[in-house]
């Protein structure tokens, strides 16, 4: 069934200029609600992380939303965020968990696997992350994911689920009627042809807020 309770999770486009992408970030935040933000560098030396999350963070925590460090958590530590999303590749959740602490967010990709979401659920993740689930250009090498993970998942499990990959408000419908508490979007938002603002406002309209 549909889940008016999805949330727009913001990823920012893989390489930007701080005070050039604030503005745009602000005009896509007054657009309508946004639950979290997810800085995500790649790839990218520890001096233009900080100068990213010290640009973007004050913003985005003046709307209330949350500020979701990728890869690091030791930069996400050190640099206040809200929490940490490591993929496969990146720390294991227990190290991350450790580093950012108890009370910080971390997020972990699960791709199409199962498997690996019940593992991080039942180690405590806040949110396991299934994707892609539409053809994307953000990242290289992705793993197809089927929307009927999703479906499953929400009939199933207590912790949120994040959706990502290739999504846009053309596209979303099938994700939040299959249950997904958050559609995780780069692209759909940055190159929307009608602006930021207007994609927000569309992501807005598809969960009834």
């Not at 994707?131 to 290289?140: E, N, V």
């Not at 998942?153 to 290739?166: D, K, L």
């Amino acid at each position: 069934m549909s889940n008016t309770d999805t949330q727009l999770y913001l990823v920012t486009p893989p390489a930007f200029e701080p005070a050039a992408f604030a503005s745009v970030l602000k005009s896509a935040l007054d657009a309508g609600p946004v639950a979290s933000l997810q800085i995500r560098l790649k790839p990218a030396s520890d001096d233009e992380i900080k100068r990213a999350v010290d640009a973007l963070q004050p913003l985005a925590q003046t709307y209330g939303v949350a500020v979701i460090l990728n890869d690091r958590p030791d930069l996400a530590a050190k640099l206040g965020c809200d929490g940490v999303h490591i993929g496969a590749e990146d720390a294991p959740y227990a190290e991350a968990r450790r580093i950012v602490g108890k009370d910080a967010i971390v997020g972990v990709t699960c791709k199409d696997s199962r498997h690996l979401a019940m593992e991080a659920a039942e180690a405590g993740a806040d949110y396991v992350a299934f994707g892609a689930f539409f053809a994307t250009r953000t990242k290289d090498n992705t793993t197809p994911a089927d929307i009927e993970i999703v479906r499953w998942w929400a009939e199933m499990m207590q912790t949120p689920c994040v959706a990502i990959g290739g999504i846009t408000p053309d596209n979303a419908t099938s994700l939040v009627e299959a249950g997904a508490d958050f559609l995780a979007v780069a692209g759909g938002v940055w190159d929307w042809p009608q602006g930021p603002a207007d994609a927000v406002r569309r992501f807005a309209k598809l969960s009834g807020k």
